[in-house]
C-alpha cells in the first residue's frame, strides 16, 4: 500500500519543482540564450533552447516529484485545477505561496550566478522577465499580451486535466504536458517572453524591478483567469473518467 504523502512532503515536492523549473527555464534564458565566442560566432540555444529548457525542466521534475504533491510548480495550475474539482480548494494557498516563494529562491540563485559576470545587470538584461510594450521582445501590445497568456494558460491546462483524466493511458502525462510547455513557449516568447505561470514571473520580477514590476499584473491576473476557463470548462466540454488521486495526476 503507497504512504500517502504528508502536507510537508507535498509542500516541499512543490518547492523543489518550482525552484528547478525557474532556474532551468529562466536560467537558460540569461545565460544561455546568447552567446557569443571569441570569434563572434553565436553559440546560444536561442528561443528554441528556451522553450526545451522550460519544457524539459517540467517533464523531469513531473516524473521526479509529481507523484508526491501533483507536480504543479504554478500558482494558475493550482488554481485551475482546483476549479476542475481535482484539488481541494483548502491546500490551494501553502501551494501557492511554497510555489511562489520557490521561484524567488531560484531568482536568487541565478542573479547570483549571472552576476558573476563582468558588467551584467538585471534591469538592463531584462532577466528573462515577461513584459509588453517596448519590453516585448517583438514590440507586441498589451492586448495581444493579456490575449496570448489567457488563451496558452487555458490550453496548458486542458492539457494537463486531459493527460490526467483516468480515460487517458497510464504513464505518459509529464511527456504530453512537458511538449505542451515547450510549443508553448515556441508560439509566445516573441509577444511576452512568456509567462503562464504567475510565480516564475514574480522571481526575476523582483530583481530586475522598474518596469518589470509595473507590468507583473498582466502576467498574474492572466495566467490565472486562463486556468480557471479551462478548469470550470473541462467537464462541460470533455465530460471526465474518475479524477485520477492527487499523487498520480502529475500536472506541470
Not at 495550475?77 to 511554497?98: D, H, K, S
Not at 541565478?110 to 516585448?136: E, I, K, M, P, Q
Not at 494537463?160 to 502525462?173: E, N
Amino acid at each position: 500500500m503507497p504512504t500517502i504523502p504528508t502536507v510537508a512532503q507535498k509542500l516541499a515536492a512543490e518547492f523543489l519543482g518550482t525552484f528547478v523549473l525557474v532556474l532551468g527555464g529562466c536560467g537558460s534564458a540569461v545565460l544561455a540564450a546568447e552567446f557569443l565566442n571569441d570569434n563572434g560566432t553565436q553559440l546560444g540555444i536561442g528561443f528554441v533552447g528556451v522553450s526545451l529548457a522550460f519544457g524539459l525542466t517540467v517533464l523531469t521534475m513531473a516524473y521526479a516529484v509529481g507523484h508526491v504533491s501533483g507536480g504543479h510548480f504554478n500558482p494558475a495550475v493550482t488554481l485551475g485545477l482546483a476549479a476542475a474539482r481535482r484539488f481541494a480548494w483548502r491546500e490551494a494557498p501553502a501551494y501557492i505561496v511554497t510555489q511562489v516563494v520557490a521561484a524567488v529562491v531560484a531568482a536568487t540563485v541565478l542573479w547570483v550566478v549571472a552576476s558573476g559576470r563582468d558588467g551584467f545587470s538585471a534591469s538592463a538584461s531584462g532577466f528573462a522577465t515577461n513584459g509588453f510594450g517596448d519590453r516585448s521582445p517583438g514590440g507586441y501590445s498589451l492586448l495581444a499580451g493579456l490575449v496570448i497568456e489567457v488563451v496558452l494558460t487555458a490550453v496548458f491546462l486542458y492539457v494537463i486535466l486531459g493527460v490526467t483524466d483516468t480515460r487517458a493511458p497510464k504513464g505518459f502525462a509529464p511527456i504530453a504536458i512537458g511538449l505542451a510547455l515547450t510549443l508553448i513557449h515556441l508560439v509566445s516568447i516573441p509577444v511576452t517572453n512568456t509567462s503562464v505561470n504567475p510565480a516564475r514571473s514574480i522571481g526575476p520580477a523582483l530583481f530586475a524591478g522598474g518596469d518589470a514590476i509595473v507590468q507583473l499584473w498582466v502576467f498574474i491576473l492572466a495566467p490565472i483567469v486562463g486556468a480557471l476557463i479551462a478548469g470550470a470548462s473541462y467537464r462541460l466540454l470533455l465530460a471526465e473518467g474518475d479524477p485520477a488521486p492527487l499523487e498520480d495526476a502529475t500536472a506541470g
